[in-house]
């Protein structure tokens, strides 16, 4: 039951904000939180139910060592120690168990398979947080909720799936204020807003690429160059609009039960350098690396080469954090060497250099060789992250090796119209009609080959525009607002019919 599914739109999400707001108007606060926990559980248990079993047991593991440091100060460090290992090992075993065992198989001659281990939904994100929750008990940073508060914390099924990795003083002071139990019409409508945008980015545009990229780097052995920038291309937007997608739902959901989670996307392909990019993309994940590993490895107070390793080693653990594989592994190195190539300060960016009173954080230079325009570096941080996701979307490192070998050694262009021919959709099928009742016998590569282009160019020109938080705070609610998102959420519903989960579902 995603938030792109008739069952949450039709059922689930009217009967959640229906009950929960006329509890808080009768004062009925705990049954509220008694409810919306519940509700989130059952959000989960549409998963599957072991998958919950593993979520409740995470739970009541984590809250009995906060309580354990509670009443036993002694035990402190002792029950952190604790609390790590256990979210670390639960998260080795479902998601990285298969991954090592293959490693240990391929140097031992030995079969280890551990195949049929399914991975809980979310468990990355739920277990960072408890971890993180852990972690500032044991250094006084959090005090000891009550069970109920901590539960509602952790399921809260907006950020449960998916993210963000909120920390608990985030959400539980929410949670706690009385005010914002009052129903508040105007970030209810942002909230609905928000939502809207996020479901015309999923299901209309990141859904509708995802046709030809999966057949891109199925087949990318018989790419041609053409083919291998356009799939790269399209495969770089859609993972930009499914999980802004995703935040732009799961803000829009907490927005109308009064919350805001934090942010966790501000507009990454604006950024200038690789380092801003991981300041705007999944933000709270990189907040969580830098709180706890960043830092504690000593950041970049210990000398010039023991902040390149800290950072590689980040950016290394956040790679794996996405996916137990190589490709994963490779991605993530290939984003830490990028960012200590920004911090050797070989190439500046102009307009940062010129109105920055502290410059950024140099390793090597006081100030860089070359300085290039704002909108050139724009154009190149982008390029290098679009080559980067050629890793993280292969199936392997042999399909990875591949895909460059396409691109870089020219062939002809001989595949572009069969990977297009995956975009035969509803929105295009009269223009296909129209060719063929013209007579065009190439009419509808013709028309695949111009919605692709289309789609490129859309969602280019969305990356470019404000982002969801910025449009729905300029918002003017009236009757052409009212319209437009009638028209997307429309389009957007009666599109659900091939629906499909959200790419960081996986992780």
Known sequence: MGFNSFTFILIFLPILLIVWHLLNKAGQFALADIFLTGMS??????????????????????????????????????????????????????????????????????????????????????????????????????????????????????????????????????????????????????????????????????????????????????LDTLTVIAVMLAYTFQIYLDFSGYCDMAGGVSMMLGYRLPDNFNSPYKAANVKELWQRWHMTLSRFFIRYVYIPLGGSRKGKVRTVINVLIVFVLSGLWHGAGWTYMAWGLMQGLLVVWDDLGIIGVKEIWETSEKKPGLLVRKEPLILIPRALSNILTFLMFVASLVFFRSQDMTYAFMMFRRLFVFTFPGFFYRTASQLEISENYVLRQLFSRIGFSDGDNIVYVFTLILLLVISGFIMTRKNTRQIIEEAVFNMRTALWLGIVFVWSFISLSDVSTFIYFQY
């Open 41 to 222: 559980l059952y959000y989960y248990y549409s998963f599957g139910l072991s998958f919950m079993a593993i979520l409740l047991v995470s739970i009541a593991v984590n809250y009995a060592l906060s309580f354990l440091m509670e009443k036993k100060k002694n035990l402190v460090r002792t029950a952190r120690i604790l609390g790590v290992i256990f979210n670390l090992s639960l998260l080795f075993y479902f998601k990285y168990l298969g991954f090592f065992g293959d490693i240990i198989s391929s140097l031992t001659s030995k079969s280890f398979s551990f195949k049929d281990i399914l991975m809980p939904i979310g468990i990355s994100f739920f277990t960072f947080g408890q971890i993180s929750f852990i972690a500032d008990r044991a250094r006084g940073d959090a005090p000891h909720y009550r069970f109920l508060d901590y539960c509602l914390y952790t399921v809260y099924f907006p950020k449960l799936i998916q993210g963000p990795i909120a920390f608990h003083r985030e959400m539980i002071n929410q949670f706690r204020e009385k005010s914002l139990r009052r129903f508040d019409t105007d970030m209810f409508a942002r909230g609905v807003m928000s939502f809207i945008i996020g479901l015309g980015k999923k299901v209309l545009l990141a859904d509708t690429l995802a046709k030809p990229v999966d057949y891109g780097f199925h087949y990318t052995y018989y």
